[in-house]
C-alpha cells in the first residue's frame, strides 16, 4: 500500500508560476504509473503562465474560481469542474476569486520539466 501526505510533498514553482506538490509520479517513487499526479495552488489575482505540454492533462478544481483558458477558448471554472487540455494545447488559468485556486493535475505520461513550453 501507498499512501503520501500532502504536507510530505514538497512544494515548488512550476514553469508555469502555480504552486506546485507531486503526489503521484513514476520517476520519483516505485510505483508503475504512467500518469503523474500533483496538487497546484494559484494565488488570488494571478495567471499561470501561457504554456503547453507535450503531453495530455486534465485539472480537477478543488477550491476557489477562476478562468480557465485552452487555445482560444475560455471557460469559468469553480470547485467540482474538470478540464481536459489536449496535448500541445496552450493553457493558462487565472484566479479570479479572493482564496487560492487548488485543483488537481494529472498529466498522461507523466509530467517532466522537458515536455512543458513556456510560450
Not at 100 to 116: G, S
Request: negative net charge.
Amino acid at each position: 500500500m501507498f499512501i503520501r501526505e500532502l504536507k510530505n510533498c514538497e512544494a515548488f514553482l512550476a514553469g508555469d508560476n502555480c504552486t506546485l506538490r507531486e503526489l503521484l509520479h513514476p520517476g520519483k517513487t516505485d510505483l508503475k504509473l504512467r500518469y503523474s499526479l500533483a496538487h497546484a495552488v494559484v494565488k488570488p489575482g494571478e495567471t499561470t503562465r501561457l504554456h503547453r505540454l507535450k503531453s495530455s492533462e486534465v485539472y480537477y478544481i478543488l477550491e476557489g474560481e477562476g478562468i480557465m483558458n485552452i487555445n482560444d477558448e475560455k471557460a469559468p471554472v469553480h470547485p467540482d469542474i474538470t478540464v481536459y487540455c489536449p496535448p500541445d494545447a496552450k493553457q493558462c488559468i487565472s484566479n479570479t476569486g479572493m482564496t487560492n485556486l487548488v485543483f488537481l493535475c494529472i498529466v498522461d505520461p507523466a509530467w517532466c520539466r522537458e515536455d512543458e513550453e513556456i510560450i
